[in-house]
């Protein structure tokens, strides 16, 4: 089982980046897929939460209206869109795969965004 993250970078305030979340090993269709992210010092924190056929989706407050969940259950594969990126998004970003809302059966290794002029 694994859970891979990639797009990760250094971008500057405004900018937008887009992550890629690649599964295997699990029917990654019947899963909940979340996007977590950890600042230094911080706790981890949800970000977005998209159901296994895509029709519900959640995003923390501190999100909505810039970051877009998605998913493509024939790639295997969940996307977070950032667009008007603030230093205050700065953390690393984890996917997480569950069975059950809230649920997390599998973890990514992370992918860092760091958000600077």
């Known amino acids: 089982v694994q859970l891979v993250e990639s797009g990760g970078g250094l971008v500057q305030p405004g900018g937008s980046l887009r992550l890629s979340c690649a599964a295997s090993g699990f029917t990654f269709r019947r899963y909940v897929l979340s996007w977590y992210r950890q600042a230094p010092g911080k706790e981890r924190e949800l970000v977005a939460r998209i159901a296994t056929t895509g029709s519900d989706r959640n995003y923390a407050d501190s999100v909505k209206g810039r970051f877009t969940i998605s998913r493509d259950n024939g790639k295997n594969t969940a996307y977070l869109q950032m667009n008007s990126l603030k230093p205050e998004d700065t953390a690393v970003y984890y996917c997480?795969?569950?069975?059950?809302?809230?649920?997390?059966?599998?973890w990514g290794q992370g992918t860092q965004v760091t958000v600077s002029s």
């Open positions: 997480a795969a569950g069975k059950a809302w809230g649920a997390y059966d599998y």
